[in-house]
């Protein structure tokens, strides 16, 4: 979630004991806002609780604002050599590209919020828990207990609507994996099923998937608007310290290409 995922404090999965959250930075800004829920006008920022639409020139301040809050720690788990394993990475051949990002997708839903999450390539079934802003700025996280839930951006585009909707969710704690965990392990092609509150289920198709450096986090790619039905689904990843936390993000790009 923003801030700076090697200082002590105000990060999640920063240094410190094992899977204790620090608690988000604060004094942040949210990413400019993908599209709004109302109107389901990409880029346009969504009305109420204070949210402006950040200009071009501070985009890059703003990045991994939801990547970062959803770092609580890692679980290690040791393998013979003592060496520890931790999330699956994504490989380079299921990076973005150009012609990833520009497959066919469908007419987009109007807005209703989501339910659920469910993943079946990697045996997710989540519930989704809707995240607000804090009095600092900075965007709310699932509760450090709730490994099994993650949380959508409640003030931005709803999955399945015109414009990037955002999910994020925990990598693990120091109990165990969290509700992504396997995230990195997917691949292109595979199916992101959100079922809404209207009683649709929005079907997404991952076209890529990528880790990103917490230093060179590409804030427009990953939260920019889109001219159609687009989702992100963001954890941890990319890398540990014991020292420092989590390096980075994993991040699943995917386009809305179904609905039931």
Request: aromatic fraction near 6%.
């Amino acid at each position: 979630m923003g801030g700076d995922v090697r200082s002590s404090r105000g990060s999640w999965g920063s240094r410190g004991s094992r899977g204790s959250p620090g608690g988000p930075p604060q004094n942040r800004r949210p990413w400019p806002a993908a599209g709004s829920a109302r109107t389901g006008t990409p880029g346009s920022a969504p009305a109420g609780r204070g949210i402006a639409r950040t200009p071009r020139t501070a985009t890059a301040r703003h990045g991994g604002l939801v990547a970062l809050a959803a770092c609580v720690g890692i679980w290690l788990v040791t393998s013979g050599s003592r060496e520890p394993v931790g999330p699956p990475l994504p490989s380079p051949a299921e990076a973005l590209t150009a012609a990833s990002a520009s497959g066919p997708g469908i007419a987009p839903l109007s807005g209703s919020p989501p339910a659920r999450i469910r993943i079946p390539s990697i045996r997710v079934d989540a519930p989704l828990t809707g995240l607000g802003l804090q009095a600092g700025g900075s965007l709310e996280v699932p509760p450090p207990d709730r490994r099994d839930l993650a949380g959508w951006y409640r003030e931005g585009t709803t999955p399945g609507a015109t414009g990037t909707a955002v999910i994020a969710g925990h990598v693990d704690d120091a109990v165990g994996p969290g509700v992504f965990y396997h995230l990195g392990a997917l691949r292109r092609g595979a199916t992101v099923e959100v079922p809404r509150a209207d009683g649709r289920t929005a079907v997404f198709t991952v076209h890529a998937v990528g880790v990103y450096d917490a230093k060179d986090f590409p804030d427009s790619l990953v939260y920019g608007p889109s001219a159609r039905a687009e989702l992100r689904v963001i954890t941890c990843g990319g890398g540990f310290s014991p020292r420092t936390g989590y390096r980075g993000n994993v991040v699943v790009f995917a386009h809305l290409t179904g609905t039931y």
